[in-house]
């Protein structure tokens, strides 16, 4: 939703025409490469519920390739009304919507316009593109050599507390699984008291064990 917002802010900032620096009559969204809605910016309600079919006729009709845009405004191809033009910006297809270009009755502020719903598209683009290949490195290089005594963590308690930090800084609600961690690399040193020897402990002459219960119900310690 905010690479959408970006979007309108770009569209509204360098086009020339009234209806769209002041009234705010456009629309940018998010699609897929289905063509299905992915996200929008708070815009018009009828663009954004129309701009789906708008993609989806576009990729149905044309050979769409990367890096082209396509213009329309007919009825047939998901337009609401003929002065709504609508530009589909080819990269997990991108498109913006607006209704200036045919009320603005000149053919600089056109043209204008349009180079701004181009510019627009290129900055979702641009953010979309910077937000996939977005990463992070946890490098706890340095970290202290395992010991013996209770002090040590496992490598697992380690990823857990990473991802409880990376859910409170986002700062939105987002699901905890492990999408959470596919952008992050962990670097943590091998026999650090973050990764160490599961054999290290208090009283290393015991096997690590766990207990199991069968079908029967009964309680069995396994040695490993």
Partial sequence: MSIAEQMGRILQRTAISTNIKERLDFSCALFGPDGRLVS???????????????????MWAIDINEGDCILSNHPYAGGVHLPVYSQVTAFLTLPGEFTSCSRTHNLHGNLADLRALVAAN?????????????????????????VINKLNAPRAISKSVIIHSLRCMVGYDIPLNQGCLAPIHLQIPKWSILDP???????????????????DGVLRKILF
């Fill in 40 to 58: 929008n910016a708070p815009h018009i309600p009828v663009h954004l519920g129309a701009m789906q079919d708008g993609v989806q006729y576009q």
């Fill in 122 to 146: 290129q900055k979702g683009i641009h953010l979309v593109q910077e937000l996939i290949s977005r990463s992070a490195t946890y490098d706890f290089e340095g970290t202290s050599p395992m």
């Fill in 197 to 215: 020897d599961y054999q290290i402990s208090g009283r290393p002459q015991e096997p690590l064990c766990s207990f199991s219960t069968g079908g």
